[in-house]
């Protein structure tokens, strides 16, 4: 890391100043040595697969900071950032019940301080299905991104279907999922939501819906006067084999 100074060297004012008297800026750089191990740190998540459902599939990682020795540091700020932004809602975990009034995007919602055994829990959820990277940033030191996904939601989950009543501006829901309760959810993840994509809405036209009905009531009606023919014709057939073996016997 490059440190740089900026400053103004002047002249006492005390003293008395000439008149071609002036400010002379100075610049000083040099490196910074964060005391974290790349190698001896670890980012561990609890799963790299979930849905995306904020509040039952939540990806948990869990970053141990350690020196080159193996001991833990304690105390050092700890960030986790997404490739895809605003779409993965990133929270300390000690800050999600603390930091209530936090609006997602806050850039402290992301980052805590390192525990006493050197460890920082930072959670992920997203109502986005998608491939996201996860990178961690410990005091001055990247670790390589974590690769995580969120997976589509199954389709019931994410389809209403409804029809529209004939005669009216009215529409009836036939299936429609189940809400998300808000208060399972954290002001980050309020926040999200109102930018989410709840799925998507069918309608279907009254005269066809109808229809299927009439079809889903009519066929097995079909079908069951279909099987009673056939077994009475195959009974007739049975009964006829009979007569005539008869006839042929009695003559």
């Known amino acids: 890391m490059s ?9 006492n004012q005390c003293q008395a100043l000439p008149q071609d008297a002036k400010a002379v800026d100075y610049q000083l750089s040099g ?13 561990i998540a609890n799963t790299t697969e979930t849905l995306a459902d904020p509040v039952n599939h939540p990806i948990v990682l869990t970053i141990t900071l350690r020196d080159s020795s193996g001991n833990p540091l304690p105390d050092k700020n700890v960030t ?30 992301n980052s805590t301080i390192s525990d006493k055994k050197g460890q920082a829990l930072i ?34 989950s994410t389809m209403t279907f409804s029809i529209d009543l004939p005669f009216t501006s009215r529409d009836a829901v036939l299936y429609e999922p189940a809400k998300i309760n808000e208060n399972q959810l954290s002001t980050s993840q309020k926040e999200a939501m109102k930018l989410y994509n709840s799925g998507s809405f069918v309608k279907i036209p009254f005269w066809i819906f109808v229809i299927f009905v009439l079809v889903s009531i009519v066929s097995p009606i079909l079908v069951i006067i279909n099987f009673i023919n056939i077994w009475r014709l195959r009974r007739t057939e049975s009964d006829q084999s009979k007569m005539l073996a008869r006839s042929l016997n009695n003559r």
């Open 3 to 11: 440190l740089v100074i900026s400053g103004i060297i002047g002249i």
């Open 31 to 43: 490196n910074v040595t964060s005391p974290v191990s790349k190698t001896e740190s670890t980012v």
């Open 80 to 109: 986790v950032e997404s490739n895809r932004g605003s779409a993965d809602i990133i929270e300390a975990v000690d800050k999600i019940e603390k930091y209530k009034a936090y609006a997602a995007g806050d850039s402290k919602i």
């Open 123 to 156: 959670r992920v959820t997203s109502f986005i299905p998608g491939t996201a990277k996860l990178t961690a940033v410990a005091d001055t030191i990247t670790f390589n991104p974590i690769e995580v996904k969120f997976l589509a939601l199954p389709f019931p």
